[in-house]
């Protein structure tokens, strides 16, 4: 991977930011079938990594830090996001899906399921992580002749 400076980082953050909120979307829909997919992460990670190098126009080390760092903020949302759905549907309408979200680990925790919110969080950065530098192994982007 070739990093250079004169990146704009404002603009790539902006970029990475709306690249994981499409990868999260993409999630979600498949979170909504109860069904955790390597696709979704490596939307978020190809996500978050494409829209900084597009709007900040060239990718610098900073630039990579920004996007890994947004990278892992959009996995432990879309988790908490795909779980809070999961509850707002098993409450059947008796709590909204604010408060079932703004109190998901609780409402987790009064459920004994506390620890399957922390197995598919690990899990899930496994697979963006490694799904999407595998995907951007294999596009050419990162050189493995080092």
Known sequence: ???????????????????????????????LLGRIAVIGGVAICLGALGGYYLLGKGMSKTG????????????YFATRLNYSITL???????????????SVLRLLDAFGKKSAFYKDLAFGYLITLGGGFYSLMRLGVIDTDM
């Open 1 to 31: 991977m070739y990093f250079d400076n004169d990146d704009n980082k404002i603009a790539g953050a902006a970029g990475a930011l709306i690249g994981t909120a499409l990868g999260m979307g993409l999630w979600c829909l498949i979170g």
């Open 64 to 75: 990579l830090i920004i996007t890994l760092v947004m990278i892992v903020l959009a996995v």
């Open 88 to 102: 707002y549907r098993e409450l059947d309408g008796e709590w909204s899906f604010g408060e079932c979200y703004s």
